[in-house]
């Protein structure tokens, strides 16, 4: 699995595409499960702390298609988020013994701390670490090249 590490003598692009590539990697693997979730979030904690601190950077730029996906991809799991609370109902299987054994396995699955839709809900708290770790490093991208800005106008005088 790809691991954002961030360093200071990467180029933005590189840093972000390692930065999400990560994320997507530990979320997106064979079988989404709370481990790939654990995974993704410190990914993204280490993204969101490396851009706090300045060590990640992207011109407002380089950060609008990345953020216009994560919207994206936020607006349909919201959607699925919806769907997904009619997992957490008991569903109608009868009243004899079987039926209702398989609508408790049923509801377990989708209700819970192990849940689907919980899952769900971590993978989006994931995502919205790293939409504000691309937002820190646009900022201290901005804070940067203003700093440059102001040096370069000041030898100037």
Do not use: C
Not at 33 to 43: L, P
């Amino acid at each position: 699995m790809a691991v954002f590490e961030a360093d200071p003598g990467q180029s933005a692009a590189v840093g972000v595409g390692m930065g999400v590539g990560a994320v997507a990697d530990a979320t997106m693997a064979r079988s989404f499960n709370a481990a790939n979730v654990e995974a993704a979030t410190r990914q993204a904690d280490k993204m969101l702390t490396a851009a706090k601190a300045g060590r990640f950077r992207i011109s407002e730029r380089g950060v609008a298609p990345l953020t216009e996906a994560i919207d994206e991809v936020m607006s349909r799991l919201n959607d699925r988020i919806w769907n997904s609370q009619k997992l957490t109902q008991l569903p109608k299987l009868g009243g004899h013994q079987y039926g209702q054994q398989v609508a408790q396995h049923d509801q377990q699955s989708g209700a819970g701390e192990r849940g689907a839709a919980e899952a769900l809900k971590q993978y989006r708290g994931v995502l919205e670490k790293v939409r504000e770790a691309l937002e820190q490093a646009s900022k201290r991208y901005r804070e940067t090249e203003d700093a440059q800005v102001d040096a370069m106008g000041k030898g100037a005088s």
